[in-house]
């Protein structure tokens, strides 16, 4: 007896895609033949569930199993506002291992045979590719190697920061000193270099028990001002007020480069108004940052619920005697007994570029955002718009993106 894995799942997968294996077993033809996955996560001790499917007889007796729906449920996000360097992203991705058997065999006596052929452990990252993207997906080109290895963000190369942003790149690696080290480069309004740092990264290793050093994250705004992570090379602080633009790219451990040179502009915009920064997952499973600097609306609902009650009580006049019925005009013959108020919140970014407004659609449709509050922190937010309308320089000159939220929480008064 012997099962052939025919196509299995890539190393790193976007969970919130199919995560296929298609297997065929010479014993395809027997009755009652089915065959069994059995699927181990964080792992191969802890097996999560078994799954059993029987031959395809129109595809020679092979089978599918899709696991995507199953590991997505393992994966979540990570994001810390006080992030003082290279961090890992544990609860953003699951190792799994496929186990694949079969049984078969008279109704009087299916026998079964467990684990015939085991597959190599594999990853999922809480990333979804829109098709015919994912029909054209190779984790090769996103895990960290070489030059042309890509970050975690389509957020568009040379756009537009603020200075004051906090703000993360996140990364995949494969191998144990391949992200040995974060280099920056920062650049004046003439384009002369100012500095050249280079943050260690203490989570470069890969080898069994540092299995979570695969995904990483580090900041790459404001916040690079902070870092307590080992500086090769360079000084704090990183961006200061002669910095028009800076670089960002990984070095292993002897400076050669392993993935792509993004460069970011510092646009300080002058605003009146109250700034908003929104952090978002995006579609690759690492958060992007973008500010709005315009205009902002505040309304809010209210929705209210009442009661009647009789109004007035025996002594209830005070101009009449003791003892009489009556009521004072102050006395409710409706109360409120729950009032909810509901935030709606819209505000509108500066002039953006096509590039800039193709990226905002991950920001409408991302189904994790926060809002940076200068004194709460992170504060979960919901997008209200109902749709995404891109824009393109060739029909309008100019254009910038509105958007309508509420808060994660809804507010409330007293009740009686």
């Known amino acids: 007896m012997a099962i052939t894995i025919s196509e299995s799942p890539q190393v790193y997968n976007p969970v919130y895609n199919p995560v296929v294996w298609t297997v065929l077993s010479t014993n395809s033809g027997q009755s009652n033949m089915q065959y069994i996955l059995d699927l181990y996560v964080n792992g191969s001790g802890t097996k999560l569930k078994r799954f059993f499917k029987p031959p395809d007889n129109d595809n020679g007796g092979r089978a599918f199993f899709d696991m995507g729906a199953i590991l997505k449920g393992y994966t979540t996000q990570n994001i810390l506002r006080a992030d003082a360097g290279f961090a890992t992203n544990a609860n953003s991705y699951v190792r799994f291992t496929a186990k694949f058997g079969e049984q078969y065999g008279p109704s009087s006596g299916i026998t079964e045979y467990a684990d015939l052929t085991v597959d190599s452990e594999r990853y999922a990252y809480n990333a979804v590719f829109d098709s015919p993207d994912y029909r054209d997906y190779e984790d090769d080109d996103w895990v960290l190697a070489a030059v042309n290895k890509k970050f975690l963000t389509n957020f568009p190369d040379s756009g537009k920061v603020r200075s004051a942003d906090r703000q993360w790149v996140y990364m995949l690696t494969s191998g144990t000193n391949v992200v040995d080290h974060m280099v920056v480069r920062t650049y004046d309004s003439a384009d002369a270099l100012i500095q050249t740092i280079r943050f260690n990264n203490q989570y470069k290793s890969i080898l069994a028990g540092s299995e979570n050093n695969r995904f990483l994250r580090f900041p790459i705004g404001t916040n690079m001002n902070t870092i307590t992570d080992t500086i090769l090379q360079g000084s704090l602080p990183v961006l200061t007020a002669s910095v028009s633009k800076y670089t960002i790219q990984t070095n292993n451990a002897t400076s050669g480069i392993t993935s792509e040179?993004?460069?970011?502009?510092?646009?300080?915009?002058?605003?009146?108004?109250?700034?908003?920064?929104?952090?978002?997952?995006?579609?690759?499973?690492?958060?992007?940052?973008?500010?709005?600097?315009?205009?902002?609306?505040?309304?809010?609902?209210?929705?209210?619920?009442?009661?009647?009650?009789?109004?007035?009580?025996?002594?209830?006049?005070?101009?009449?005697?003791?003892?009489?019925?009556?009521?004072?005009?102050?006395?409710?013959?409706?109360?409120?007994?729950?009032?909810?108020?509901?935030?709606?919140?819209?505000?509108?970014?500066?002039?953006?570029?096509?590039?800039?407004?193709?990226?905002?659609?991950?920001?409408?449709?991302?189904?994790?955002?926060?809002?940076?509050?200068?004194?709460?922190?992170?504060?979960?937010?919901?997008?209200?718009?109902?749709?995404?309308?891109?824009?393109?320089?060739?029909?309008?000159?100019?254009?910038?993106?509105?958007?309508?939220?509420?808060?994660?929480?809804?507010?409330?008064?007293?009740?009686?």
């Open 261 to 416: 040179l993004r460069t970011y502009k510092i646009d300080d915009a002058c605003t009146i108004h109250d700034t908003y920064t929104f952090h978002f997952l995006n579609k690759h499973g690492g958060f992007d940052t973008f500010t709005f600097i315009r205009r902002s609306d505040k309304p809010s609902t209210v929705e209210r619920s009442q009661y009647k009650k009789i109004q007035g009580v025996i002594g209830g006049d005070s101009t009449k005697a003791a003892g009489t019925w009556g009521y004072d005009n102050s006395d409710r013959g409706r109360v409120n007994f729950f009032t909810r108020i509901e935030d709606r919140i819209t505000v509108h970014s500066d002039w953006v570029d096509e590039a800039t407004m193709a990226w905002l659609e991950e920001l409408v449709y991302s189904p994790e955002v926060y809002l940076d509050d200068s004194t709460n922190g992170f504060v979960a937010v919901n997008i209200l718009n109902a749709g995404f309308d891109p824009k393109q320089t060739v029909n309008e000159k100019l254009f910038n993106l509105t958007l309508e939220f509420q808060y994660g929480y809804q507010r409330y008064r007293q009740s009686r």
